[in-house]
C-alpha cells in the first residue's frame, strides 16, 4: 500500500500535464502513399512535437472525398496511411492517432463554421480555383467548403498550432479567420487562433522530379518518391528528373529543375555532398549523372528503414485496429467536449 502512492501522485501529475500541454493536430488524405514531401513538409514536425505537445493526428478520409467521390479502396487506402504514420515515428502512446470519419462531431462543427462562412471567400481559395480547373466536371460544394472542414478538423479539439506544408497556408488562414468570426459573433473567446508551424520556422514545399512545382500524390508519374518504394523504381525516377544541358557561365543562377534537385539533396543528403555539387555547378564541371546517382543513393539510404517498418506493420492487423480504437476514441472524448460547449455557446438546449 505505502508503495502505491508514488504510483499514483506520478499518474495523477501525467493526467494533469496532459490538460496543460499545447495541443497541436495535423492531418493527411488517403489519397494515395506517402511521399518525400508529406514526410519533411509535415511528418518530420509530427515526430518532434508528439513528445512535448497533445498532438493530434488523424487521417483525412471525408476530406478525399472531395477529389476521389467513388475510392476504390477507401478502407484500405486509409489503412496504408495509417501504416505509415506509424514506420515514420508517429508513436500512439503518445500522440492520438485517429481516422476523421471515426469522429463524427467534426461534421457537426463544420455545419456550424459553415453558417458563418461566405461563398465569397471560399471562391477566392487558390486551391479551389486550381480543383475547378482539373476537375471542371465535378466542383462540389465538398470542394468549395473544404477550408471549413479543415477549420473544423482543428477547432474540434481547439487546437492551437498546425505542421503542415506551404501549400496548406492558405486553408489555416482561412480556419483562423472561421476561428476569431465564431468568437465575435458569439461573444466568446472560446477557439484559440491556431496558427501553421514548423520546426524550421519557415513552411516546406518539396519540389517534385518533374522541373516545376510541388512534390505531390497524384501529380504524375515519376513526380513523387514514396516513402515505400523500392530501390529499383527510386533510382528510375530520379534519373530520369529533368535537367538542362549545364551552367554556361560560373556561378550562373540554377533554372527552377536544377535548383529543385539541389533542394531535394539538401533534404537527403549529407552538406558536404551538396557543397561538392554546388560548388561544381558553379564552376561549370557539374555532371548532372552523378549527382542524380549520389542523390538516388541518398534517397534509397533515408527510405529504406522507414519502407522496413511499413512491411512489417503491415503485416500487424491487430495492432493496426487496436491503435486505431484507441485512437477514435481518444478523439471522440475531446471532440464531445467541444461539440457539448459549441452547442451551448450558440444557444442550443436539451429538452
Ligand atoms: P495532404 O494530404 O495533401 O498533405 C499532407 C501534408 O503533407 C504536406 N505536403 C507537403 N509539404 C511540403 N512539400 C510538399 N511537396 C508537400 N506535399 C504535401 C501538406 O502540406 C500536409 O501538411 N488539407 C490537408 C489535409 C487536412 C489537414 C486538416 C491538415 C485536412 N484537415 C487539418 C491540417 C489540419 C491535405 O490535403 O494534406
Same mark, same amino acid.
Given at each position: 500500500?505505502?508503495?502505491?502512492?508514488?504510483?499514483?501522485?506520478?499518474?495523477?501529475?501525467?493526467?494533469?500535464?496532459?490538460?496543460?500541454?499545447?495541443?497541436?493536430?495535423?492531418?493527411? &488524405?488517403? *489519397?494515395?502513399?506517402?511521399?518525400? #514531401?508529406?514526410?519533411?513538409?509535415?511528418?518530420?514536425?509530427?515526430?518532434?512535437?508528439? %513528445?512535448?505537445?497533445?498532438?493530434?493526428?488523424?487521417?483525412?478520409?471525408?476530406?478525399?472525398?472531395?477529389?476521389?467521390?467513388?475510392? %476504390?479502396?477507401?478502407? #484500405? &487506402?486509409?489503412? /496504408?496511411?495509417? +501504416?505509415?504514420?506509424?514506420?515514420?515515428?508517429?508513436?500512439?502512446?503518445?500522440?492520438?492517432?485517429?481516422? /476523421?470519419?471515426?469522429?463524427?462531431?467534426?461534421?457537426?462543427?463544420?455545419?456550424?463554421?459553415?453558417?458563418?462562412?461566405?461563398?465569397?471567400?471560399?471562391?477566392?481559395? *487558390?486551391?479551389?480555383?486550381?480543383?475547378?480547373?482539373?476537375?471542371?466536371?465535378?466542383?462540389?460544394? #465538398?470542394?468549395?467548403?473544404?477550408?471549413?472542414?479543415?477549420?473544423?478538423?482543428?477547432?474540434?479539439?481547439?487546437? /492551437?498550432? +498546425?505542421?503542415?506544408?506551404?501549400? /496548406?497556408?492558405?486553408?489555416?488562414?482561412?480556419?483562423?479567420?472561421?476561428?476569431?468570426?465564431?468568437?465575435?459573433?458569439?461573444?466568446?473567446?472560446?477557439?484559440?487562433?491556431?496558427?501553421?508551424?514548423?520546426?524550421?520556422?519557415?513552411?516546406?514545399?518539396?519540389? #517534385?522530379?518533374?522541373?516545376?512545382?510541388?512534390?505531390?500524390?497524384?501529380?504524375?508519374?515519376?513526380?513523387?518518391?514514396?516513402?515505400?518504394?523500392?530501390?529499383?523504381?527510386?533510382?528510375?525516377?530520379?534519373?530520369?528528373?529533368? *535537367?538542362?544541358?549545364?551552367?554556361?557561365?560560373?556561378?550562373?543562377?540554377?533554372?527552377?529543375?536544377?535548383?529543385?534537385?539541389?533542394?531535394?539533396?539538401?533534404?537527403?543528403?549529407?552538406?558536404?555532398?551538396?557543397?561538392?555539387?554546388?560548388?561544381?555547378?558553379?564552376?561549370?564541371?557539374?555532371?548532372?549523372?552523378?549527382?542524380?546517382?549520389?542523390?538516388?543513393? %541518398?534517397?534509397?539510404?533515408? +527510405?529504406?528503414?522507414?519502407?522496413?517498418?511499413?512491411?512489417?506493420?503491415?503485416?500487424?492487423?491487430?495492432?493496426?485496429?487496436?491503435?486505431?480504437?484507441?485512437?477514435?476514441?481518444?478523439? &471522440?472524448?475531446?471532440? &464531445?467536449? *467541444?461539440?457539448?460547449?459549441?452547442?451551448?455557446?450558440?444557444?442550443?438546449?436539451?429538452?
Amino acid at each position: 500500500m505505502r508503495d502505491a502512492h508514488p504510483n499514483i501522485f506520478l499518474y495523477i501529475c501525467k493526467f494533469k500535464y496532459s490538460f496543460m500541454k499545447e495541443i497541436v493536430l495535423s492531418g493527411i &488524405r488517403p *489519397t494515395g502513399n506517402l511521399h518525400l #514531401g508529406n514526410y519533411f513538409g509535415a511528418v518530420k514536425n509530427f515526430i518532434r512535437l508528439q %513528445d512535448n505537445y497533445n498532438c493530434y493526428f488523424f487521417i483525412a478520409d471525408y476530406h478525399s472525398l472531395t477529389t476521389h467521390p467513388h475510392p %476504390d479502396d477507401l478502407h #484500405g &487506402r486509409v489503412r /496504408q496511411i495509417l +501504416v505509415e504514420y506509424l514506420a515514420a515515428g508517429v508513436d500512439p502512446e503518445k500522440a492520438t492517432l485517429y481516422v /476523421q470519419s471515426d469522429v463524427p462531431e467534426v461534421v457537426e462543427l463544420y455545419l456550424f463554421l459553415n453558417m458563418n462562412a461566405y461563398i465569397g471567400e471560399l471562391e477566392r481559395v *487558390t486551391t479551389f480555383k486550381e480543383k475547378v480547373r482539373k476537375q471542371p466536371d465535378n466542383v462540389n460544394a #465538398g470542394l468549395l467548403t473544404y477550408p471549413t472542414l479543415m477549420a473544423a478538423d482543428i477547432l474540434i479539439h481547439k487546437s /492551437q498550432y +498546425v505542421p503542415v506544408g506551404k501549400d /496548406q497556408e492558405q486553408n489555416l488562414e482561412k480556419a483562423r479567420d472561421f476561428a476569431a468570426r465564431f468568437n465575435n459573433i458569439y461573444g466568446v473567446e472560446y477557439f484559440p487562433i491556431p496558427q501553421a508551424f514548423n520546426f524550421g520556422n519557415q513552411l516546406v514545399k518539396v519540389p #517534385g522530379l518533374d522541373g516545376n512545382g510541388k512534390m505531390g500524390k497524384s501529380e504524375g508519374e515519376g513526380n513523387a518518391i514514396f516513402l515505400a518504394e523500392d530501390d529499383a523504381s527510386i533510382r528510375k525516377k530520379v534519373m530520369r528528373a529533368k *535537367t538542362d544541358s549545364g551552367p554556361t557561365e560560373m556561378n550562373q543562377e540554377k533554372p527552377e529543375p536544377i535548383a529543385n534537385l539541389f533542394q531535394l539533396m539538401s533534404i537527403v543528403s549529407k552538406p558536404e555532398t551538396v557543397q561538392f555539387f554546388d560548388d561544381a555547378y558553379n564552376n561549370m564541371t557539374i555532371r548532372y549523372g552523378d549527382m542524380k546517382k549520389q542523390l538516388a543513393e %541518398d534517397m534509397i539510404q533515408f +527510405v529504406t528503414p522507414i519502407r522496413e517498418k511499413i512491411r512489417e506493420i503491415d503485416a500487424n492487423d491487430e495492432y493496426i485496429n487496436k491503435v486505431a480504437r484507441m485512437g477514435a476514441e481518444k478523439a &471522440r472524448e475531446s471532440a &464531445r467536449k *467541444t461539440i457539448k460547449e459549441v452547442r451551448e455557446i450558440i444557444g442550443f438546449k436539451p429538452f
